[in-house]
């Protein structure tokens, strides 16, 4: 291993090559390397350097460190893919790679950090934050949400209206509530949207219609003939497609909701990750009494952490403030308190600069990997999120492709579930779960999947 | 000062003489006291003792410490209470001394063994917990849960019929839902109870029934008249009247639900404060398949934290877990690990005891309050809980007891509020919130306000 002087940094030098060697099987894996000392000694370089390329491939998942052992080649690595997939009993098993969409990676959770806000929090915290509290949340997080989303989406948000949920899938059930409560009924959905979103809605008593979505986003000349009472849409990034709702829909949808008394419930679930551009500006900006603006942290920090926010508009607020209280008089303080914290000292700016790079990373390797073994295949969405979708030819059985990447121990996901009417098969592939060096196995299998059900 | 030989712990005696110094106005409020160093040299004891009385009467809210400056005499001590309680505007600012029942004084909140908790729990935890999880909640907390209800309520708790709640209002919507998914649609409800918590049964969707209360606690013969097809009852501790279920109602409740089919829901929300006997075992463990078991951290540790839990039936944990899973996708998983470590390690016991002590100083403080300014009323209720009953004479206007007292600065709540059918003028002193320097003062207010009204 040599590092050139002048071509590039040489901490991306030794990112390089050492990701190159782990790639092509040069360094096997569970092979250790050497101690950062030891090759910065050998490189010429310093030892931060080393220690900086170890940190980020670990976080990419080509490494593993441990403290007070050696760092190692991660072991899901080619080496370890020669295992046959025998089928039947292993689709019954976790799958060795899987293409789950919907999720980030929870092993990036900057647990150091997060344990930081916590600390800060319970030092400083009013002795009467601990006790029953605004059914809206904390102050402190209203305030700090009501910043960041103005500064980072464009939100338009008074911290008199956010309310702070125990995530989108909560937010949703009280809004469903509020909206029955408002005597509205019939709400738009997008086709094909999240399946347990949709049910989330129906659950609560709401009549859910679809709305076709192409390349430009929600068809809103549909709204217009459906009329319903509200929309629900996730404009900046659609699930599943990953298309975004174009300006002169954006315009459209606004101008619907202010001539019939229409609300628009804008999911803005994943926005932050956007790779080749800036991230589209949030609708509820340009209208704010017009949306109920619903985001979470579950794609950015945690799903485990169940936190979320509304910022809704003032003719709905009372009746979504009510829902709250009577579901659970508040979400828990301490954790909003971190959150407020987080957000304020640009924690999670810091979080998604680091977790963009990695995820932008595995995008390109699934891409490419995608080219190298199924390059018939024209990946869509790939701008933004932690998924994309894969359009399958017409005749193919999505369900067929789906099982056989079971047996082959492939955790495969396709459009089809999240779908209202029947449409053409098509793969999700989410790559927030699975790290680089799974990717390109992963893509030959699921390659091999589609041509044998084909 | 001085100290005797032979008269109780040394400790106890300084408490006790700077107890009644602060008491008797020796000590005025604010007043600095001599560094724990100087007390100690002046008394010829060891600096630990009086750092121990310092740290007691600090809990108790008779003296204020501050890191790196002197203890002081609390401000809300007599000295204070010579304002004359104006009327009208007074009545709409925070009184001066609140009886407000239904709450921990949140001051005691141990902060640095939950930041400890919160360390461990985010060190420890796999991956997995960061992600979508079991809608239960974390199974570490599960079985913390069936370990620790198991040893100190008697509860005969499996980790798989544990279900994790954002406390008590969440978990009464939650069974709401799955009792009338099971097809049960009457719940009798004691009277008086907490008005709030059956407002949440009533929102959502049961038919609330009321059933008297006497001193050995609901009457269960009422209850085989209503025939209705859940019990919601407190038997270790009633609110707001404080009574224990007596032995054979607890056997002919149980007898109903066998017999019937019934279900008996279990509020044991402060049975952790007993003052002087062991506490009453919960009913749950007598019958595990005919009770849903409900409790919370929101008198033990703070409302805040919105933790609780249920242990539910077979018959009905289907259902349950489905609701859970639809209201919100699970509670926030870090404060869950942070409580299974607190109570794995015995924290909350410890806290407790530490608390507990502090109660019962309050209560005992309050009864002999009672008894020197109020000498015709006769408390009930006192052993248990956070507050007592007081029992006006019949032809009291409880309104205008309460009306005359808010004038007063005083926060006094009546027993009315939670009537379901109206009864006797009674007034509800919770203690649990005001220190007790205030409550001598308080008491001879709200006397006032007594006897002002009658």
Redesign the interface.
Same mark, same amino acid.
């Given at each position: 291993m040599r590092l050139q002087p002048g071509a590039g940094s040489r901490r991306a030098q030794l990112e390089e090559q050492l990701r190159e060697a782990i790639r092509g099987g040069r360094l096997a894996a569970g092979a250790a390397l050497p101690s950062s000392r030891a090759l910065a000694r050998e490189l010429g370089v310093s030892r931060g350097v080393v220690v900086d390329a170890y940190a980020q491939l670990s976080a990419e998942g080509y490494l593993v460190a441990r403290q007070g052992a050696a760092t190692r080649v991660a072991g899901a690595g080619p080496a370890s893919a020669s295992s046959p997939g025998a089928a039947g009993a292993a689709a019954d098993r976790p799958p060795r790679f899987d293409f789950r969409p919907g999720?980030p990676d929870?092993?990036l959770?900057p647990?150091a950090a997060? @344990?930081a806000s @916590?600390?800060r929090a @319970?030092?400083d915290a009013p002795?009467? /934050?601990?006790?029953?509290?605004d059914p809206r949340g904390a102050p402190e997080l209203r305030a700090a949400l009501a910043r960041y989303l103005g500064r980072v989406r464009g939100v338009a948000a008074d911290p008199e209206v956010v309310v702070v949920?125990?995530?989108m899938?909560?937010g949703m059930?009280l809004l469903a509530r509020a909206l029955l409560a408002r005597g509205a009924r019939r709400i738009a959905v997008e086709d094909p949207s999240s399946a347990p979103g949709r049910e989330?809605l129906s659950?609560n008593g709401l009549d859910v219609v679809p709305v076709p979505v192409d390349a430009d986003g929600l068809q809103v000349d549909v709204v217009e003939r459906l009329a319903p009472d509200v929309v629900f849409a996730a404009p900046a990034h659609q699930f599943p497609l990953g298309v975004v709702l174009a300006p002169e829909r954006r315009a459209a949808l606004i101008d619907w909701a202010a001539r019939t008394g229409g609300l628009i419930l804008e999911d803005d679930y994943d926005a932050e990750y956007r790779y080749d551009r800036a991230p589209v500006g949030a609708v509820q900006g340009l209208a704010p009494e017009l949306v109920v603006y619903a985001g979470s942290v579950?794609k950015t920090l945690?799903?485990? @952490? /169940? $936190?979320g926010w509304m910022v809704v508009p003032e003719s709905i607020a009372a009746a979504t403030i009510a829902a709250k209280a009577?579901?659970? $008089?508040?979400?828990?303080?301490?954790?909003q308190l971190a959150l407020a914290d987080f957000l304020e000292r640009g924690e999670l700016d810091r979080h998604l600069r680091r977790t963009r790079g990695v995820y932008r990373s595995r995008r390109d390797a699934l891409v490419a990997a995608l080219s190298r073994h199924l390059p018939e295949a024209v990946p869509a969405g790939v701008a933004a999120g932690l998924h994309l979708v894969v359009h399958l030819p017409p005749e193919t059985d999505e369900v067929a492709v789906l099982a056989r990447a079971r047996e082959r121990g492939i955790g495969l996901y396709g459009l089809s579930e999240h779908r209202m009417k029947p449409g053409p098969p098509a793969l999700l592939l989410g790559y927030g779960r699975i790290t680089e060096p799974a990717i390109d196995v992963g893509a030959a299998e699921l390659a091999a999947a589609v041509r044998y059900a084909a």
């Open positions: 999720g929870v092993s959770f647990r997060w @344990l @916590l600390r @319970l030092r002795d009467a /934050r601990f006790d029953y509290g949920t125990s995530g899938a909560q059930a989330q659950a579950s945690a799903p485990g @952490l /169940r $936190l009577s579901d659970d $008089l508040g979400t828990p303080v301490v954790e």
